[in-house]
């Protein structure tokens, strides 16, 4: 699976909009852009995914670039509760499905 | 809407001990994953399963074997328990490709 690049942490205002960049240059054509979340020692939280077009649910939009060497995932009014480290993992999509690498994410604090 | 349940939730053993932990799988999910995150850590993957057949194995040690049953429930079962293994175990399951949706762990202290 193709590594990622997150920044180690990031700051956002509450009912501010968190983008939060994830660098994937290696990515192969048949590897899907995943989100999860994991708000301390809570089990992890899946928010979206995608191939190449964007996309929105009601948790986040994801935003991947035409190359899709990188993505975007935004919280469009991030709140307290949104305090988490964020994990970008791009994860190829086979007949069975396959397991998550998890980096080091993004540790994302919302502030009043 | 139902989540994945896990049992126990906490659990202390002694080093030499044995441990099973449960999983109990969201309904239809037919995909049981199985993680490990030590302190200050990332989860790592450990094993899956795929219609109750392994289906990949990441740094899972050899003391540690796990399964999925008929009902589509796992158990990891964890022998010869070292310091080590202390961590949060996660339980995750998924139908085919769709996102995985983890419990809320099984805490594990080996003293």
């Known amino acids: 699976d193709a590594k990622t690049t997150q920044p180690p942490s990031m700051d956002c205002a509450e009912g501010r909009a968190a983008n939060l960049p994830c660098n994937h240059s290696t990515i192969s054509g048949n590897e899907y852009v995943y989100w999860y979340r994991q708000i301390h020692s809570q089990g992890p939280q899946y928010i979206i995914h995608?191939?190449?077009n964007n996309e929105t649910n009601e948790m986040a939009s994801l935003i991947i670039t035409e190359d899709r060497k990188s993505s975007t995932l935004i919280l469009p009014h991030a709140t307290l509760r949104d305090t988490a480290v964020y994990y970008c993992?791009?994860?190829?999509?086979?007949?069975?499905?396959?397991?998550?690498?998890f980096g080091t994410g993004t540790r994302l604090q919302v502030t009043l | 809407a139902a989540g994945v349940i896990q049992s126990p939730r906490h659990l202390i053993k002694e080093k030499r001990e044995t441990a099973t932990l449960k999983c109990y799988p969201i309904p239809r999910h037919d995909t049981v994953y199985w993680y490990q995150q030590g302190p200050g850590q990332d989860p790592q993957f450990l094993i899956s399963?795929?219609?109750?057949?392994?289906?990949d194995k990441g740094s899972i040690p050899d003391r540690f074997s796990a399964q999925q049953f008929s009902d589509y429930h796992s158990e990891l079962n964890m022998s010869s328990l070292e310091l080590g293994d202390s961590a949060l175990y996660f339980c995750?399951?998924?139908?085919?490709?769709?996102?995985?949706?983890f419990g809320p762990g099984t805490r594990l202290t080996v003293t």
């Open positions: 995750a399951s998924s139908k085919r490709e769709s996102g995985q949706y």
């Open positions: 995608g191939l190449k």
């Open positions: 993992i791009v994860r190829v999509a086979t007949g069975t499905a396959s397991k998550l690498t």
């Open positions: 399963f795929y219609e109750k057949m392994q289906s």
